[in-house]
C-alpha cells in the first residue's frame, strides 16, 4: 500500500504555495516511488481550501479534486489535468511489477484511463502484458489535444485507444499547448509566407534566397563564436540549400559533419566514441566544468535511430511544422551526438523539417540562424531550461582525457522530454522572420534595384562601379565619405554628388 497523501512543505527544493498541501498527479508518484526524473515544468498540488489557482510552477487544486490513496487515482489524475508525462511514466512503469499493472487493468478494465495507461506501459516499455485485448469500447485518444499538441492517429485495437503521440517509442518528446504557441500558431500561417512570396518578382525572391543563405550560414558559425573564411560559410550555405533533399540517416548526419567540420585532424569523424559536454575546463587542473551533459555514446546511435523515425512520423502527419522542427532539432542538440559540428547540424535541421514539410516555397530558406543570432541570450536560456532540468540527475566523473563519463542510465532524459519551452522559442523566430526578416531583404533588394536603374540610366559606368556607388551611400547612410570622393569616385562633379545622394535618399530613407 502507498501513501500518496502525506502533506509536505518543499517538494525537490521547491516551497508548496501554502502550508499542509499534498502532492498529486506527477509530483505525488515522483515523491512516493522516489523517482529521479527532470521535474515537470508545472506541478500539482490539493489546497485545504477550495479554491483552484497557479503560483509559479505550481497549479493548485481545491479539496474535491484530492485523488484516492491509490496508484490509479493519481495517474488518472495526472493524465486528466497534466497531460502525458512519459519521462515520469517510464521511470514509474520501471519501479513496479507487471502484475502491478494487470491488477489495475482487471479491475477497471473498460475505463478510459486505464486503457491509456495499459498502452502507455506497453508502448514504453516495449512488452505485451499476459492479458488477453481489450474488448470493444469506444476509442480514446492517448494524448488530450486540449493539453498537448498532439501527432498523427494510429488506432491500437488491443486497447482500444487513438494513439496519437507525437513521436515513437524511442524518441518522444512532447510540447505543452499554451497560449503563447497557439496566438503564434493563429499569427503565422502557411498563406502568409506564399502571399509575401507571390507578390515578388522571381528574379528577386531567387537573390534575397541567394543572399539570405550565405547569411543564414554566417550566423550559425556566428552563434559558435566562428567567423570562417568566404569559402567555408558559402559550402555550408549550399548545405542548407539542399535542406529537405535528402531524408535523416545515420549517413546523412555524417555527410553534413564533412561539410561543416572539413578537417578532421583534430576531431573525430562520426557518432561520438567517448562522453561528451558543453562547457569549460578548469584554468589550472583542466578538470571539466560542464554545463549540458550529452547522452552517454554507447546510446547514441540507437537515439539517433528513433529521433530520424520521429521525424518520419511527423514529415507524413499534419503536425504543425514549426513545433516538428522544434522537437526534431532541439532533440539532436541535447543528445549532442557528434564531437563537434552538432550547434550547426540542429539548426540545419530546423531548415530540414520546414522543407520537407513544405512550410516555404522551394528555394527559399528561412533565414532562423540569423534571427537566433539577434536574440541569442533568450536562445541560451532555453537550451539551459533542459540541461538544467537534468543536470542534477546525472552521475558522471573526469576522465584522462579531461573529459567526462556518465556512471548512471540517463538515456531516458534525451527520449521523453517537455519541448515546450524551445518550441515557443522557435515560433518567435519563425513570426519574426516572416514578419521582419524576409520583408526587409525584399523590400531592400527592391530599392536597390530602383537606385542601381537611376544611376545607370544617370551616368554611364560599369556595373562593378555602381554597385561599389551604392555600398558607400548605404555604409554612408547616404552620404559619399571623403575617401570615395577622393578616390574611387573622384571623378563625380559637385552636382551629380547632390543628385545621387538626394535619389539615395528619396528610395531609401523616406
Known sequence: MYDFAQKIIVFHEKYLPEQGMTLAGYSSIIHTF??????????????????????????VFGSRYLPANTLLAQLTFALKYEGVNLSVLKALFKVIDDQEIIN???????????????????????????????????????????????????????????????????????????????SLIAAVV????????????????????????????KASYAIEGEHPPQNRAERWGRAI?????????????????????????????GYRNEGGFIGEHDRDSQQPIPQHISAKWEDVYDLMDALFKTNLLLSKSDFDPVLAAAVVAFGFVFIHPLEDGNG????????????????????????????????????????EKYSGSVYDLIEWRPTDKNNVEVLNDTKDFYSYFDATPQAEFLYE?????????????????QKHDAMKQFIINYIDMPERFVELLITFLRKGNGKFSKRALT???????????VILEKKYAEIFLK
Not at 522516489?34 to 497549479?59: D, F, M, Q, T
Not at 540549400?241 to 569523424?269: C, K, M, S, W
Not at 540542429?346 to 531548415?351: A, M, Q, S, T
Not at 523566430?429 to 533588394?445: A, Q, V
Open 487 to 497: 578616390n574611387e569616385f573622384k571623378d563625380l562633379n559637385p552636382e551629380e554628388v
Open 34 to 59: 522516489k523517482l529521479k526524473v527532470p521535474i515537470p515544468y508545472r506541478i500539482a498540488a490539493i489546497s485545504s481550501k477550495n479554491r483552484r489557482y497557479k503560483k509559479g510552477e505550481w497549479i
Open 344 to 383: 550547426r547540424i540542429h539548426r540545419y535541421l530546423i531548415h530540414h523539417v520546414f522543407a520537407e514539410k513544405n512550410y516555404v516555397p522551394k528555394g527559399l530558406v528561412f533565414p532562423i540562424s540569423a534571427v537566433i543570432l539577434k536574440r541569442l541570450d533568450d536562445y541560451k536560456q532555453v537550451l
Open 241 to 269: 540549400g539542399q535542406a529537405g533533399q535528402y531524408p535523416l540517416t545515420h549517413e546523412e548526419i555524417l555527410r553534413l559533419q564533412e561539410i561543416v567540420i572539413n578537417d578532421f585532424r583534430f576531431t573525430h569523424y
Open 104 to 182: 489495475i487493468i482487471a479491475n477497471e478494465p473498460t475505463s478510459s484511463y486505464v486503457r491509456r495507461v495499459w498502452f502507455l506501459y506497453e508502448w514504453l516499455m516495449e512488452k505485451v502484458l499476459a492479458i488477453p485485448d481489450s474488448k470493444p469500447l469506444g476509442l480514446v485518444d492517448v494524448i488530450d489535444p486540449k493539453l498537448q499538441y498532439a501527432g498523427s492517429i494510429q488506432i491500437s485495437k488491443r486497447h482500444r485507444v487513438r494513439n496519437n503521440l507525437p513521436g515513437v517509442p524511442g524518441f518522444c518528446p512532447t510540447i505543452y499547448r499554451t497560449k503563447k504557441i497557439d
Open 429 to 445: 523566430c519563425t513570426k519574426e522572420t516572416i514578419e521582419e526578416t524576409l520583408p526587409e531583404e525584399i523590400e531592400y533588394l
Open 190 to 217: 502557411n498563406t502568409k509566407i506564399t502571399v509575401l512570396t507571390s507578390k515578388i518578382h522571381s528574379d528577386v525572391l531567387a537573390r534575397a534566397a541567394a543572399f539570405l543563405l550565405l547569411q543564414d550560414s
